[in-house]
């Protein structure tokens, strides 16, 4: 069996990862090509282009790349044609990989959408695309089943890597100065929120702030010196994350991965006021990061644009912590007890084999 993967950010890098060797595990005879980053390098992925490493976010940022989007467009057509592959793995990413599906679609070639693109959240008009183009959908959110299947569309919740990844660990430590400090894998999250990280450690000199690269991230680094009481990483939160007090997560996976830890956190934005003001328009949820929207409640502090600031971010540090340790074993149990080898790749193989 031949697997190609496009994978288009870190997040999914990572997600993609765990689905691939869950793949490998339970057919080692499989063989996995395409574009993603170092997570599904490591997993065994022949990998063709490191998509991860060239994130493009944002409604202005996505208009001025325009060229080089076309480009990898051009370019990822070819490798599957030259591929042939069994089976096509998209992995998140929608406003590529949607085009991309239809694309495969009219090629013959079968498709699943790994963590499909958020509907529920905003363009419901994608949904109907995903669907036609997609011959399996499986989904890491488990409320998202549940939505598809009140408006007549068939997904499948398969677990969520990181709960997986994660089950019965707890790294937070009540009497610890640590705190981690995770700007985002984006030139412009870490822009906007370093500067206010590094405010929050010089104000704060007796906690101890380690600050949670991204993979890639290192050839877009700010050269700002940093307080003394903060250190640089560039390791996985899952290897960092121990005996923690707080952390402040950008939105994303991240946040997500914090609370599965059982870390206390707040989850802290800024972006590109233009791109900030198109999305408030368009999103129709009343939360930005994934715990919340898991929960239907605000369990983790969310923190947007002029919010972000060092007395804030202080005041968060210092509080009591004990409703949100609770709403995090709530989320654990929320997210159930499902494996990917069993509820995903079967699937998958199941869908090569018809």
Known sequence: MKVFWIAGDPSGDVQAAALLSAFRSRHPESRHIGWGGDAMKNAGLERLYDFPAHPIMGFVEVLLKASTI?????SVKKDLTEARPDLLVLV??????????AWAKAQGIKTT????????????SRLQRLMSAS??????????????????HA?????????EKYASRSEYKSTSTKVLLLPG????????LLPVYYGLAAAQPSFDFVVVRAPGAQKFWPSTPCPQNVTLVDAPISTVAKGVRFAFTCSGTASLEISLLGIPQAV???????????ARALVKVPYFSLPNLILDREAVPELLQEQVNVPALSGLLTADHQEQLADCRALVERMGAEKLENAAVERMVNLIAS
């Open 155 to 163: 997904i499948h919740y398969v677990g969520n890597p990181l709960s």
């Open 185 to 192: 894998s984006r030139a412009q999250e870490v822009r906007r």
């Open 113 to 124: 959408y790994f963590i499909p693109p958020k509907v529920w959240a905003w363009k419901q």
């Open 70 to 74: 076309r480009d990898q467009f051009s």
């Open 92 to 101: 998140d990413f929608a406003g590529f990989n949607l085009r991309i599906a």
């Open 268 to 278: 802290v934005y800024r972006a590109n006021p233009l791109s900030l003001a198109i």
């Open 135 to 152: 011959d399996l959908v499986l989904s890491i959110l488990p409320f998202e089943e549940q939505w598809y299947s009140e408006r007549g």
